[in-house]
């Protein structure tokens, strides 16, 4: 699954599915769940455990494939 840096607005959607990990897109899967969210305005707060220590934390989440419009 293709990984993004999360940079932007996020649904709820993604708000579950959120990784910390390196800035490396190679390390997503080996880095840690987020445990819980916390969005307010622009500001998003996260939980991960206790021992989730990334050397150089970035949040990622899933690339989301584009909409798609079907006319019959």
Same mark, same amino acid.
């Given at each position: 699954?293709?990984?993004? /840096? +999360?940079?932007?607005?996020?649904?709820?959607?993604?708000?579950?599915?959120?990784?910390?990990?390196?800035?490396? &897109?190679?390390? $997503?899967? +080996?880095?840690?769940? $987020?445990? &819980?969210?916390?969005?307010?305005?622009?500001?998003?707060? $996260?939980? $991960?455990?206790?021992?989730?220590? %990334?050397?150089? %934390?970035?949040?990622?989440? #899933?690339?989301? #494939? %584009?909409?798609? /419009?079907?006319?019959?």
């Amino acid at each position: 699954m293709p990984w993004i /840096c +999360a940079a932007a607005e996020l649904n709820t959607d993604q708000l579950e599915s959120l990784r910390l990990a390196g800035p490396e &897109e190679s390390g $997503v899967e +080996a880095g840690f769940a $987020v445990t &819980e969210t916390m969005q307010s305005g622009s500001s998003l707060t $996260v939980g $991960v455990a206790e021992f989730a220590d %990334p050397v150089d %934390p970035f949040l990622w989440v #899933p690339q989301q #494939p %584009p909409p798609f /419009c079907w006319k019959p």
